[in-house]
C-alpha cells in the first residue's frame, strides 16, 4: 500500500514537499505517479518517475513540481513549488510503468490521499 503525506494550507506563490511512502511493497523496478483530483473533477496524472529517474510531467505543473525518489528511503517526493489555486486537490500516488516516455498506472487503489489547499 502507498501513503501519501505532506500536504496542507498553504498560500499562492508558496511550496510544500509531498512523500509517498510504499509499507508493504517496494518501489524497486517500478515507476510511481503523482495524480490530484479536485472536487467536481477527474483524477489527474501530475507527474511520474520510472526507476532509472525519467521524468514525465503534466504541462500545468512543468518548471513549478519536480518529482524524485529515495531508494533506500522506499520514497518518492513531489516538491512543489509557486503554487496556485488551481493546484488545490487531494493528492494521490500510484504505481505503474512508463511506455514510450508515458506513464500507465498497474493498480486501481488509490489509498485516502492528502489534501493540498492553496489560498489567493
Known amino acids: 500500500q502507498l501513503q501519501a503525506s505532506g500536504g496542507g494550507l498553504v498560500q499562492a506563490g508558496g511550496s510544500l514537499r509531498l512523500s509517498c511512502v510504499a509499507s508493504?511493497?517496494?518501489?524497486?523496478?517500478?515507476?510511481v505517479g503523482w495524480y490530484r483530483q479536485a472536487p467536481g473533477k477527474q483524477r489527474d496524472l501530475v507527474a511520474a518517475i520510472n526507476n532509472d529517474g525519467d521524468t514525465n510531467y503534466a504541462d500545468s505543473v512543468k518548471d513549478r513540481f519536480a518529482i524524485s525518489r529515495d531508494h533506500i528511503k522506499n520514497t518518492v517526493y513531489l516538491q512543489m513549488n509557486i503554487l496556485k489555486p488551481e493546484d488545490t486537490a487531494v493528492y494521490y500516488c500510484?504505481?505503474?510503468?512508463?511506455?514510450?516516455?508515458?506513464?500507465?498506472?498497474?493498480?486501481?487503489?488509490w489509498g485516502q490521499g492528502t489534501q493540498v489547499t492553496v489560498s489567493s
Open positions: 500510484n504505481t505503474g510503468s512508463f511506455y514510450r516516455g508515458n506513464f500507465f498506472r498497474d493498480n486501481n487503489y
Open positions: 508493504t511493497t517496494t518501489f524497486t523496478d517500478v515507476a
